[in-house]
Protein backbone atom coordinates (compact mmCIF):
# COMPACT_ATOMS: atom_id res chain seq x y z
CA UNK A 1 0.00 0.00 0.00
CA UNK A 2 1.19 3.78 -1.08
CA UNK A 3 0.21 6.26 0.34
CA UNK A 4 0.88 10.01 -1.92
CA UNK A 5 1.83 13.25 0.41
CA UNK A 6 0.26 15.47 -1.90
CA UNK A 7 0.59 19.34 -1.08
CA UNK A 8 -1.08 22.39 -3.14
CA UNK A 9 1.73 24.77 -1.57
CA UNK A 10 2.90 27.15 -4.31
CA UNK A 11 6.69 26.52 -4.17
CA UNK A 12 7.90 26.31 -0.63
CA UNK A 13 5.70 28.71 0.61
CA UNK A 14 3.09 26.87 2.65
CA UNK A 15 0.94 28.45 5.55
CA UNK A 16 2.51 28.39 8.70
CA UNK A 17 -0.15 27.28 11.12
CA UNK A 18 0.41 28.14 15.10
CA UNK A 19 0.67 26.17 18.20
CA UNK A 20 -0.17 27.21 22.07
CA UNK A 21 0.96 24.37 24.03
CA UNK A 22 -0.09 24.26 28.09
CA UNK A 23 0.34 21.79 30.27
CA UNK A 24 -2.76 19.46 31.51
CA UNK A 25 -6.07 19.83 29.95
CA UNK A 26 -8.20 22.63 29.03
CA UNK A 27 -11.54 21.99 30.14
CA UNK A 28 -14.95 24.25 30.20
CA UNK A 29 -17.00 24.62 33.81
CA UNK A 30 -19.29 21.65 34.13
CA UNK A 31 -22.18 23.85 34.35
CA UNK A 32 -21.38 24.87 30.66
CA UNK A 33 -23.98 23.08 28.38
CA UNK A 34 -24.31 24.81 24.81
CA UNK A 35 -21.64 23.35 22.51
CA UNK A 36 -18.00 25.45 22.97
CA UNK A 37 -17.44 26.67 19.27
CA UNK A 38 -16.64 29.60 19.11
CA UNK A 39 -16.21 29.82 23.07
CA UNK A 40 -13.56 32.07 24.40
CA UNK A 41 -10.38 29.81 25.68
CA UNK A 42 -8.47 32.57 27.26
CA UNK A 43 -6.56 36.30 26.30
CA UNK A 44 -3.41 35.40 24.80
CA UNK A 45 -0.86 38.82 25.87
CA UNK A 46 2.61 40.09 25.02
CA UNK A 47 3.47 42.39 27.66
CA UNK A 48 7.12 43.53 26.36
CA UNK A 49 9.03 43.61 23.43
CA UNK A 50 10.62 40.06 24.58
CA UNK A 51 8.89 37.17 23.46
CA UNK A 52 7.30 35.95 26.53
CA UNK A 53 4.05 35.70 26.55
CA UNK A 54 1.11 35.60 28.84
CA UNK A 55 -2.26 33.56 28.58
CA UNK A 56 -5.23 34.21 31.22
CA UNK A 57 -7.61 31.37 31.44
CA UNK A 58 -10.56 32.21 33.49
CA UNK A 59 -8.52 33.58 37.02
CA UNK A 60 -5.14 31.52 35.83
CA UNK A 61 -2.48 33.33 34.39
CA UNK A 62 0.14 31.26 32.53
CA UNK A 63 3.37 32.69 31.45
CA UNK A 64 5.26 31.44 28.61
CA UNK A 65 7.70 31.81 25.48
CA UNK A 66 7.78 31.53 22.14
CA UNK A 67 9.98 28.94 21.02
CA UNK A 68 11.12 27.91 17.52
CA UNK A 69 10.86 24.25 16.89
CA UNK A 70 13.84 22.52 16.43
CA UNK A 71 12.45 20.42 13.65
CA UNK A 72 9.40 21.89 11.19
CA UNK A 73 5.64 19.94 12.11
CA UNK A 74 4.17 19.30 9.19
CA UNK A 75 0.34 19.48 8.92
CA UNK A 76 -1.33 16.55 7.20
CA UNK A 77 -5.05 15.44 6.34
CA UNK A 78 -6.35 12.18 4.92
CA UNK A 79 -8.06 13.16 1.96
CA UNK A 80 -10.12 9.82 0.20
CA UNK A 81 -9.36 10.17 -3.55
CA UNK A 82 -11.68 6.30 -4.45
CA UNK A 83 -13.11 4.18 -2.35
CA UNK A 84 -9.54 2.43 -1.57
CA UNK A 85 -7.02 5.04 -2.21
CA UNK A 86 -6.32 7.57 0.67
CA UNK A 87 -3.57 10.32 0.44
CA UNK A 88 -2.08 12.69 3.02
CA UNK A 89 -2.19 16.23 1.79
CA UNK A 90 0.35 18.86 3.45
CA UNK A 91 -2.12 21.83 4.38
CA UNK A 92 0.23 23.56 6.91
CA UNK A 93 3.23 24.29 8.33
CA UNK A 94 4.09 25.15 12.17
CA UNK A 95 7.84 26.33 12.93
CA UNK A 96 6.70 27.88 16.42
CA UNK A 97 5.07 27.56 19.79
CA UNK A 98 4.05 29.19 22.53
CA UNK A 99 5.18 27.27 25.33
CA UNK A 100 3.35 27.18 28.56
CA UNK A 101 5.45 24.88 30.56
CA UNK A 102 5.10 26.54 34.38
CA UNK A 103 2.21 26.12 36.41
CA UNK A 104 -0.69 28.36 36.35
CA UNK A 105 -0.76 31.55 38.32
CA UNK A 106 -3.65 31.92 40.50
CA UNK A 107 -5.12 35.59 39.66
CA UNK A 108 -6.84 37.01 42.78
CA UNK A 109 -8.64 39.79 42.51
CA UNK A 110 -11.93 41.37 43.92
CA UNK A 111 -14.44 38.56 43.74
CA UNK A 112 -17.24 38.70 41.72
CA UNK A 113 -20.44 39.89 44.07
CA UNK A 114 -22.81 37.24 44.62
CA UNK A 115 -26.23 37.33 44.21
CA UNK A 116 -27.27 38.01 47.24
CA UNK A 117 -24.82 41.65 47.43
CA UNK A 118 -26.49 42.36 43.66
CA UNK A 119 -29.50 42.41 44.87
CA UNK A 120 -28.84 44.31 47.85
CA UNK A 121 -27.12 47.00 45.40
CA UNK A 122 -30.67 47.19 43.51
CA UNK A 123 -32.14 47.73 46.58
CA UNK A 124 -30.10 50.54 47.54
CA UNK A 125 -30.21 51.83 43.80
CA UNK A 126 -34.11 51.74 44.00
CA UNK A 127 -33.59 53.66 47.14
CA UNK A 128 -32.08 56.54 45.97
CA UNK A 129 -34.39 59.41 45.42
CA UNK A 130 -34.24 60.76 41.48
CA UNK B 1 -9.40 42.18 10.66
CA UNK B 2 -6.11 40.36 11.45
CA UNK B 3 -7.30 36.75 12.82
CA UNK B 4 -6.05 33.27 13.28
CA UNK B 5 -2.31 31.87 13.00
CA UNK B 6 -1.04 34.97 11.93
CA UNK B 7 -1.91 37.36 14.72
CA UNK B 8 -0.64 34.77 17.42
CA UNK B 9 2.40 34.40 15.53
CA UNK B 10 2.99 38.18 14.94
CA UNK B 11 1.96 39.43 18.26
CA UNK B 12 2.94 42.73 18.67
CA UNK B 13 4.36 44.04 22.03
CA UNK B 14 1.75 45.13 24.74
CA UNK B 15 -0.85 43.44 22.42
CA UNK B 16 -3.28 40.59 22.70
CA UNK B 17 -5.75 38.58 21.35
CA UNK B 18 -8.13 36.32 22.38
CA UNK B 19 -7.81 32.52 21.85
CA UNK B 20 -11.62 30.59 21.36
CA UNK B 21 -12.44 27.67 19.85
CA UNK B 22 -13.14 27.65 16.40
CA UNK B 23 -16.32 26.74 14.54
CA UNK B 24 -15.35 23.90 13.41
CA UNK B 25 -13.82 22.29 16.70
CA UNK B 26 -13.52 18.82 17.04
CA UNK B 27 -11.58 15.73 17.14
CA UNK B 28 -10.52 15.80 13.50
CA UNK B 29 -8.84 12.82 13.60
CA UNK B 30 -7.80 13.30 9.62
CA UNK B 31 -5.54 15.61 10.85
CA UNK B 32 -2.21 14.80 12.04
CA UNK B 33 1.36 16.26 12.58
CA UNK B 34 4.51 14.62 11.36
CA UNK B 35 7.52 16.14 12.66
CA UNK B 36 10.44 16.38 9.68
CA UNK B 37 14.18 17.37 9.14
CA UNK B 38 14.51 20.16 7.53
CA UNK B 39 16.51 18.98 4.66
CA UNK B 40 12.97 16.80 3.72
CA UNK B 41 11.17 19.58 3.17
CA UNK B 42 11.73 20.51 -0.07
CA UNK B 43 11.13 16.89 -1.26
CA UNK B 44 8.21 16.66 1.14
CA UNK B 45 6.40 20.05 -0.18
CA UNK B 46 6.93 19.01 -3.87
CA UNK B 47 5.15 15.50 -3.55
CA UNK B 48 8.29 13.49 -3.74
CA UNK B 49 7.64 11.29 -0.69
CA UNK B 50 5.29 8.53 0.03
CA UNK B 51 3.67 6.48 2.70
CA UNK B 52 4.86 2.75 2.31
CA UNK B 53 3.80 -0.49 4.24
CA UNK B 54 2.00 -3.45 4.49
CA UNK B 55 -1.90 -3.34 6.63
CA UNK B 56 0.32 -5.60 8.84
CA UNK B 57 3.54 -3.53 9.08
CA UNK B 58 4.58 -0.29 10.51
CA UNK B 59 4.25 2.55 7.76
CA UNK B 60 7.33 3.75 6.72
CA UNK B 61 8.05 6.99 5.02
CA UNK B 62 10.44 6.76 2.02
CA UNK B 63 12.06 9.60 -0.09
CA UNK B 64 13.85 8.49 -3.69
CA UNK B 65 16.81 7.36 -1.57
CA UNK B 66 16.03 6.91 2.39
CA UNK B 67 13.60 4.97 4.40
CA UNK B 68 12.79 6.39 7.90
CA UNK B 69 10.47 4.83 10.35
CA UNK B 70 7.02 6.36 11.28
CA UNK B 71 5.94 5.93 14.77
CA UNK B 72 3.48 8.04 17.06
CA UNK B 73 5.17 10.13 20.22
CA UNK B 74 1.93 11.45 22.09
CA UNK B 75 2.06 14.12 24.70
CA UNK B 76 -0.07 14.96 28.42
CA UNK B 77 0.47 18.15 27.11
CA UNK B 78 -2.68 20.23 25.76
CA UNK B 79 -1.55 21.51 21.93
CA UNK B 80 -3.73 23.68 20.75
CA UNK B 81 -3.61 23.87 17.17
CA UNK B 82 -4.22 27.36 15.29
CA UNK B 83 -5.09 27.54 11.51
CA UNK B 84 -4.38 30.60 9.32
CA UNK B 85 -7.50 32.62 9.24
CA UNK B 86 -7.85 32.50 5.34
CA UNK B 87 -7.43 28.64 5.43
CA UNK B 88 -10.13 27.75 3.00
CA UNK B 89 -11.03 24.40 4.70
CA UNK B 90 -11.94 26.39 8.02
CA UNK B 91 -13.13 29.24 7.16
CA UNK B 92 -16.28 30.82 8.23
CA UNK B 93 -18.31 30.64 5.23
CA UNK B 94 -21.28 32.30 6.88
CA UNK B 95 -21.56 35.09 9.23
CA UNK B 96 -23.99 36.37 11.27
CA UNK B 97 -24.09 39.73 13.51
CA UNK B 98 -22.85 37.68 16.48
CA UNK B 99 -19.74 36.48 14.43
CA UNK B 100 -19.14 40.03 12.96
CA UNK B 101 -19.38 41.66 16.27
CA UNK B 102 -16.39 38.61 17.76
CA UNK B 103 -14.13 39.56 14.73
CA UNK B 104 -13.85 43.39 15.70
CA UNK B 105 -11.65 42.56 18.21
CA UNK B 106 -8.27 40.35 17.35
CA UNK B 107 -9.12 36.07 17.87
CA UNK B 108 -7.64 33.27 16.84
CA UNK B 109 -9.14 29.95 17.03
CA UNK B 110 -8.55 26.69 18.45
CA UNK B 111 -9.71 23.91 15.24
CA UNK B 112 -8.16 20.96 17.48
CA UNK B 113 -6.26 19.46 20.72
CA UNK B 114 -3.08 17.37 18.73
CA UNK B 115 -2.53 14.45 21.05
CA UNK B 116 0.81 14.01 19.47
CA UNK B 117 3.03 14.42 16.37
CA UNK B 118 4.45 11.56 14.08
CA UNK B 119 7.91 11.21 13.91
CA UNK B 120 10.60 9.49 12.13
CA UNK B 121 13.81 7.53 12.39
CA UNK B 122 16.13 6.50 9.37
CA UNK B 123 16.25 2.65 9.01
CA UNK B 124 17.12 0.49 6.43
CA UNK B 125 15.22 -0.08 2.91
CA UNK B 126 13.02 -3.22 3.81
CA UNK B 127 14.14 -5.26 0.27
CA UNK B 128 12.05 -8.39 1.53
CA UNK B 129 9.27 -7.01 -0.83
CA UNK B 130 11.35 -6.32 -3.80
CA UNK B 131 13.51 -10.02 -3.13
CA UNK B 132 9.94 -11.25 -3.24
CA UNK B 133 9.07 -9.97 -6.34
CA UNK B 134 12.59 -10.76 -8.24
CA UNK B 135 12.25 -14.08 -6.98
CA UNK B 136 9.21 -14.54 -9.32
CA UNK B 137 10.85 -13.19 -12.25
CA UNK B 138 14.61 -14.72 -12.16
CA UNK B 139 16.64 -13.83 -14.82
CA UNK B 140 17.57 -16.20 -17.89
CA UNK B 141 18.95 -15.73 -21.12
Known sequence: MEIKIKCNCEGDKCEEWAIVEVQGHVEVQPHFQLPIHNLPIGQLCRPSSQEVYTFTVGYHELTGTKVALKKPLLVLKKVKQSSDNVALEVIGLIRHRILFKTRPKALISKPQPTMKEKERARAAEAKLPN | ?141
Open chain 2, 1 to 141: MEQGAEVVLNLQPSSSVTISYHPLFGSHDDIMLLELDEKLLPDTLSQRVVVRGQPDQDAVLCTKSKTYAMKFVGTSNSVLLIPPSDHSEFADSTMDCDQKAQNQIPAASVIKVAPGTMEIVEVASKLDKLKYLLSMNPYSS
